[in-house]
């Protein structure tokens, strides 16, 4: 079965800074769609960006964008002017073509500091 | 568009009571849908997931149980709950093969004392 390891249980930035959260997958796939979903304190799981991983463009949505390293099969996600609204816990998830499972790394917790 | 809801939105159950948890999907047909649990300040633990009615496939041996009775109903059971059972269960749906991103409802929270 497919990891996806997320290394930094919990992050911090100042409001209006720049974070990366990091993750790592193991797959023996060539395509594939990776995904970052946000959970607020409310426990909602949010879509924040995905990644089709035969595209080579990084994907971008608004202060969200990644950085996708499909021969490292690492898919960073940067914030930028990050808001107190960004504080949550960061789930990186991965899902192949053909596979009906999704799997979930194990989140990374980040605080907004005013 | 496409909704997800669950009900309830939080449960509180004695040990050994029995359990159902309901999950529906508007707004598409034969999805993919799938049952999580998640412990506080945990990750997300993949319960059953089902590609079709009745198609049910168990990633956890456990006392829960998951039934698909209609296109886009998805039932979550348990005969006698455990202390362990507590925890946020969240419901999610995506499209089949081909389909990408997964959508999930607002969840519930079960608490058994």
């Known amino acids: 079965a497919q990891t996806v390891t997320q290394s930094q249980p919990e992050m911090s930035v100042q409001e209006a800074e720049t974070v990366t959260l990091s993750c790592t997958y193991d797959t023996s796939e060539s395509d594939y769609y990776l995904f970052w979903y946000k959970q607020p304190p409310s426990r909602q799981m949010i879509l924040v960006i995905r990644q089709e991983a035969y595209k080579q463009q990084n994907a971008t949505e608004n202060r969200f964008s990644v950085n996708f390293q499909k021969a490292a099969k690492s898919f960073s996600l940067k914030i930028s002017d990050s808001q107190l609204g960004d504080a949550a816990m960061y789930f990186c998830a991965y899902r192949s073509l053909t596979g009906n499972q999704f799997y979930f790394g194990t989140g990374t917790s980040l605080t907004v500091i005013p | 568009s496409q909704t997800i809801h669950q009900w309830p939105a939080t449960l509180v159950q004695p040990v050994g009571s029995p359990l159902s948890l309901e999950c529906t999907v508007e707004g598409t047909s034969n999805p993919n849908l799938y049952w999580y649990r998640q412990a506080a300040g945990r990750g997300l633990q993949l319960l059953f997931y089902?590609?079709?009615?009745?198609?049910i496939s168990s990633e956890v041996p456990q006392n829960l149980s998951a039934s698909r009775p209609q296109d886009r109903q998805f039932i979550l059971s348990s005969k006698k709950l455990l202390l362990s059972d507590s925890g946020f269960y969240l419901c999610a749906w995506s499209l089949g093969a081909g389909g990408d991103t997964q959508y999930f409802g607002p969840g519930t929270r079960l608490t058994v004392l």
């Open positions: 089902s590609v079709g009615i009745g198609q």
